[in-house]
Every structure is written in structure tokens, then in C-alpha cells.
């Protein structure tokens, strides 16, 4: 089994940054890749950055030059710098990666969730 355990998120004004974390544990082969989702009140989830085995990002347009993803091998952490924060940022966000366990089960884990709230 994995497990993927995040922190980092809280309350900050409008402008402020954030750093979330997120560490996968348990019998784990490969992690393919880590990301990051968000969802808001009455909105579907939807990726903010995700980061491949080889390093290579990907970005929501709304988040570029503000958000950045990167990740210890490792250690199977995954990390998400948050600068210039919104009031549309504000949102519970995910962490997700997909992973080969070492009997070889390839899968998609999703961690419990981390709030982030940004204030006006």
C-alpha cells in the first residue's frame, strides 16, 4: 500500500506565498509522477503542476510564474512554492502521483487533502 501525506497549507493574505508538501510512503517500486489538484467549493478538480520521473513540469496557465513543482526522488517528496497568492487560489489541494508498487501493481494514490485559503 502508499500513502501520500501532505502539509503546508493554511490561511494567507492576498500576495503571500505557501509552500505545500507532500511525501509518499509504503511499498513503493517507482513513482512515475507527482502532481498537484485543487478543488474549490462547488468546482470540479483540476491539475495546478505536475512534475515527471524525469523532471520535466507541467503548469495550469493561471498558475505559471507564480506556482512551482519540484520533487526529491529520494525522499518521494513532492513540493508546490506558492508566490503571489489570490483570492482564486483558495482551494483544498491534492497531491497525487502514480506509482509501481514492488509487486509490480501500477497505480494512481491521491492524498487526503490540504486547505489553502487566501484572504482579500
Known amino acids: 500500500q502508499v500513502q501520500l501525506v501532505e502539509s503546508g497549507g493554511g490561511l494567507v493574505q492576498a500576495g503571500g506565498s505557501l509552500r505545500l508538501s507532500c511525501a509518499a510512503s509504503g511499498s513503493i517500486f517507482r513513482v512515475h509522477y507527482m502532481a498537484w489538484y485543487r478543488q474549490a467549493p462547488e468546482k470540479e478538480r483540476e491539475l495546478v503542476a505536475r512534475?515527471?520521473?524525469?523532471?520535466?513540469?507541467t503548469y495550469r496557465d493561471s498558475v505559471k510564474g507564480r506556482f512551482t513543482i519540484s520533487r526529491d526522488n529520494a525522499k518521494n517528496t513532492v513540493y508546490l512554492q506558492m508566490n503571489s497568492l489570490t483570492p482564486e487560489d483558495t482551494a483544498v489541494y491534492y497531491c497525487?502521483?502514480?506509482?509501481?508498487?514492488?509487486?509490480?501493481?501500477?497505480?494512481?494514490?491521491w492524498g487526503q487533502g490540504t486547505q489553502v485559503t487566501v484572504s482579500s
Open positions: 512534475i515527471m520521473n524525469s523532471g520535466s513540469t
Open positions: 497525487n502521483g502514480g506509482i509501481t508498487l514492488r509487486n509490480f501493481y501500477s497505480g494512481d494514490y
